[in-house]
């Protein structure tokens, strides 16, 4: 200190920190209303500001304070330097992380998944908060006289040498990032690929894609593989689809009569069943000309990949029960088979001479089978 410490210094030291203290009391108060109002709203990044807001501006203003009684002391220019920097550094810190958190938390919200389907792409998350984490530091080490040009150096250099150790890392890395930035998966999407894998995204990080199938397992794909792969995803360019279901009635039926009746029940299941699409156009076709049945194609309205099994479900029932009600047959698969009578030829053992010489049209001069004339006589 450069002067005697006395009453006329400790006073304003004590009424700015005081004044710090109570401005934090009164910011987190303020901020806490203002949470219960950002709750109520349909919009979540209004929260993640809010509490990011509940950690900075409290830290804010204690600092403010702190600052204010060191500067009310009589303290050397050292000192003095010293606390103002070390001040500077923790607001610094406290500004990094809240800034971090908070576009983290709104790029969280901005991919947050439909349909009530939990996931984020934390792949953006994750970049987003250690770009703000890597300047936040860069700046504190400025701030502190170090120079960070020798740092950049040996990061460029040092990055080269994990690029070429970890390719496979890094191409499922940036195989993530072109699959989020071109749209065509997104966290909620149910998607299938042409290994057979299916499910919603549930998320997509920085090495894999988790997906989650329809028995609530997890399948977890790498991202270079999810790139290079054929894949249908049933949630794009609009969420809603149509189911087909084929029918067959008997040939005897009435078809304007089978086409009214379906059509009726359609229309029933649009209307009753969650999942189903009101809007949807009953749609009947007739298509085949088949063994024991004329065959049909029936359109369902669903609203989402997963609701087709509930819709199908309710569906045949309905028009099993309806059929039977209106007489109308759904055939069973029949096929008549026709046997034609004709000569069987067993194959021939050949004995010796006598049978070869029947087969060529002449008997030969042999002596006379005792056995074959008694026989022969018996007979006579």
Known sequence: MTDDLTMDHVVPAGIALGAGLLGAFLLRMLL?????????????????????????????????????????????????????????????????????????????????????????????????????????????????????????TALGVGGLAVALALQDTLANLFAGIHILASKTVQPGDYIQLSSGEEGYVEDINWRQTTIRDLSNNLVVIPNGKLAQSNMTNFMRPEQQLTILVQVGVSYDSDLEHVERVTIDVVSEVMTEITGAVP??????????????????????????????????????????????????????????????????????????????????????????????????????
Not at 342 to 371: I, K
């Open 32 to 152: 806490r209303w203002l949470a219960g109002h950002a709750g109520r709203t349909r919009w979540g990044g209004d929260d993640v500001i809010v509490a990011a807001l509940r950690t900075m501006a409290p830290w804010a203003a204690l600092s403010a304070g702190t600052a204010g009684a060191a500067a009310a002391l009589p303290l050397t220019r050292t000192v003095q330097h010293n606390v103002n920097q070390v001040l500077t550094v923790l607001l610094i810190f406290v500004a990094t992380v809240t800034a971090a958190r908070v576009i983290a938390g709104l790029v969280r919200s901005l991919t947050t998944s439909r349909s009530g389907v939990a996931g984020s792409a934390t792949i953006f998350v994750n970049i987003t908060r250690i770009l703000v984490l890597a300047i936040g530091f860069l700046v504190m080490l400025q701030t502190l006289g170090i120079s960070i040009a020798p740092l950049l």
């Open 279 to 380: 809007e949807h156009e009953p749609a009947v076709r007739f298509h085949t000309f088949g063994d024991s049945r004329i065959g049909m194609t029936v359109i369902l309205g669903v609203g989402e990949f997963s609701d087709q099994y509930r819709i199908k479900h309710e569906f045949i029932k309905r028009l099993h029960r309806r059929y039977r009600t209106e007489g109308i047959r759904i055939p069973s698969p029949a096929r008549t088979v026709a046997l034609q009578q004709g000569a069987v030829v067993f194959p021939q053992q050949r004995t010796g001479p006598a049978d070869e010489a029947l087969h060529a049209g002449f008997v030969p001069n042999l002596p006379p089978n005792p056995s074959r004339v008694d026989a022969e006589h018996e007979i006579s």
